[in-house]
């Protein structure tokens, strides 16, 4: 489809693992943001890229958290060593990067730290 | 970041009453949008403002754009079922040097009693 992607859809893994989360944005958006939120709580806003800009990794919330965006177009989101207060709903958002272009959000990966 | 305060957290209503919750801020925003958010789903935008006192209309639901630009509201009439969600406004400044432009309130969960 012509919407945000986000795989894997879930991913249980166990304490201590490395995860990788993957965003599809729209094609032609230069803006790509990444979201957590834990459950039935609000977005926490973790990082964004637009266009050729060094990101804004303002809101993420350790060092084991990371993220790249490869040729402006897919990104990927790691966690390394992760906890179990890592648990949440990872959601992507993309937009066309102007100022008045609203995001879509992909349907978010729910990680589950056991 | 900002921030933004919305409310209320949440809202119990009959179905057929109207529903009207708001979002302020102590900054000034370029543009005003309104999502929703389905259980398991990423949000999906609602109601996108660019001017200070628009005033739009999608359906049933209608947003403005604050005249101070520091608040947006959105009315939902003759609530239905299928309303239920979790409501997110968003304020979104002008683009910058790169730094992260868009920023969530806490949202408003709606539960409709049939």
């Known amino acids: 489809g012509a919407g945000v992607s986000q795989s894997p859809s879930n991913k249980v893994t166990e304490k201590g693992k490395d995860v990788e989360l993957r965003c599809d944005p729209i094609s032609g958006h230069t803006a790509l943001y990444w979201y957590r939120q834990s459950l039935g709580q609000g977005l926490e806003f973790l990082i964004y890229f637009q266009g050729n800009s060094a990101p804004d990794k303002s809101g993420l919330p350790s060092d084991r958290f990371s993220a790249e965006r490869t040729g402006g177009s897919v990104s990927t989101l790691t966690i390394q060593r992760t906890q179990q207060e890592d648990s949440a709903v990872y959601l992507c958002?993309?937009?066309?990067?102007?100022?008045?272009?609203?995001?879509?959000f992909g349907d978010g990966t729910r990680l589950s730290i056991l | 970041g900002q921030q933004l305060n919305q409310s209320p957290q949440s809202m119990f209503i009959q179905e057929g009453e109207d529903v009207s919750m708001n979002c302020t801020s102590s900054?000034?925003?370029?543009?005003w949008l309104w999502y929703k958010q389905d259980p398991g789903e990423g949000p999906v935008l609602l109601i996108a403002l660019y001017k200070a006192g628009e005033l739009t209309s999608n359906g049933r639901l209608t947003a403005q754009f604050g005249i101070t630009r520091k608040d947006s509201f959105l009315n939902i009439s003759a609530s239905i079922p299928s309303d239920v969600g979790i409501y997110f406004c968003a304020g979104q400044l002008a683009l910058g040097t790169g730094a992260n432009n868009l920023f969530f309130g806490t949202g408003t969960r709606l539960t409709v009693i049939p």
């Open positions: 958002a993309s937009s066309r990067g102007r100022s008045n272009q609203p995001q879509h």
């Open positions: 900054s000034i925003f370029n543009t």
